[in-house]
């Protein structure tokens, strides 16, 4: 199958040909049954001989060209309906009937409500792409998006959400005129999803509850399925969250799917080199360090401890607090003994064999590095964060006895 995209060089453009070309290659083995032998690129900089032979050639379209911000509002109609004049023109010189999809917006829906040339611009091209089909008999895709937003979008020009989180990250301050504004937004890797469905001709038309803003003309509109209605100052506040990561340790409350973890991915996409790699506090004493590497919000914290040769470390116990100790560098011997009890529990972990230890609630705990020579570092998780108001933790020595 050859595919040619339009505006392949946009934001939505750069990532569906990146998606297209994992899949090209065998990178991402998610879409067994599609077989992609080229991609045809197109953009402001291609020619007009380049269109007529991905033209001829193609066996889908994807259409992402456009103008989001033009200079005169001429540009919209240029940019908007023009190239699409001009591409489907270019189709049917070569009788090339193959599927063509259009990238359009929800600001299509909104004429005769507001003054919009670009919305104006955007209904041109969808009943110019209405009338090809008619016309040509080729399946035509028509695609309302709303606000879209992911990596690779430029600030100040593809969406609000791409200003914002380039601002957080680079600490430029955020313009909120009213924080109860709500948007509806398509997350980048959402809008690549539904694009490859219709690849493989499982096209998602405007029939589902999570559409309101499309569902116009008797269903002929297509959209992709998962969108998210956020206001302005919710955005702002999980922002603010993400850029305070680095000084509190807390992993933001990021569930698969969600929202925030899709703007989180957003946000990071943005981060200058000075602020990629950040400094951790290293408690260092005279028998190594203990250093906290992450926090979260309800599943405790990740640290690690580096044990000089020799060196033992721990000789306390918790009430409810749990851990799991993982040496990864090193040998260890780690001691627990039940509060009450003389029984030593002994475990002989080594990173040449990596597993994982329970500290148990209600038994003393210590670890030993066995080596004269080498330091030993082991990765602690605890099911809580420390809180040095009520710690949970209590000096006891594993050996002492009763």
Known sequence: MNILVT??????????????????????KTRPGLKIDEIYCFDIESTQEELECFCKDADFVFNFAGVNRPQNAEEF????????????????????????????????????????????????????????????GAKVLVYRFPNIFGKWARPNYNSAVATFCYNAANDLPITINDPLVELELLYIDDLVEEML????????????????????????????????????????????????????????????????????????????????????????DDRGSFTELFKSLGSGQVSVNISKPGIKK???????????????????????????????????????????????PGYTHNIINLSKTKELVTVMWANESFDPQKPDTFGEEVEHGV
């Open 77 to 136: 109609l240029q940019g908007n309906f023009g190239f699409a004049e001009n591409l489907l023109n270019t189709l049917k010189k070569y009788k090339n009937t193959c599927p063509v999809m259009l990238s359009s917006s929800i600001q299509a829906t909104l004429i005769g409500r507001y003054d919009g040339d670009y919305g104006r611009s955007k209904k041109a091209g969808e009943e110019l792409f209405f009338e090809y089909g008619r016309e040509t």
């Open 7 to 28: 505006g392949a060089a946009g934001f939505v453009g750069k990532n569906m040909v990146e998606a297209l070309k994992c899949i090209k290659t065998g990178k991402d």
């Open 314 to 360: 721990g000789e306390h116990w918790h009430h409810s607090k749990w851990e799991f100790f993982v040496v990864v560098s090193g040998e260890a011997l780690i001691q627990m003994r039940k509060i009450g009890s003389d029984e030593i529990l002994n475990f002989e972990v080594s990173g040449e064999k990596i597993e994982a230890v329970h500290m148990l």
């Open 197 to 284: 469905n219709a690849l493989e001709g499982k096209e998602q038309h405007c029939e589902f509850d999570g559409i309101k803003t499309v569902l116009d003309d008797n269903g002929r509109y297509c959209a992709a399925k998962t969108t998210h209605h956020v206001t302005l100052g919710e955005i702002e506040k999980t922002l603010a969250g993400f850029c305070a990561q680095p000084s509190t340790l807390v992993i933001p409350d990021i569930p698969k799917g969600s929202f925030e973890s899709k703007l989180y991915s957003t946000y990071l996409s943005y981060l200058p080199k000075e602020k990629t790699a950040f400094p951790l506090k290293m408690n260092v």
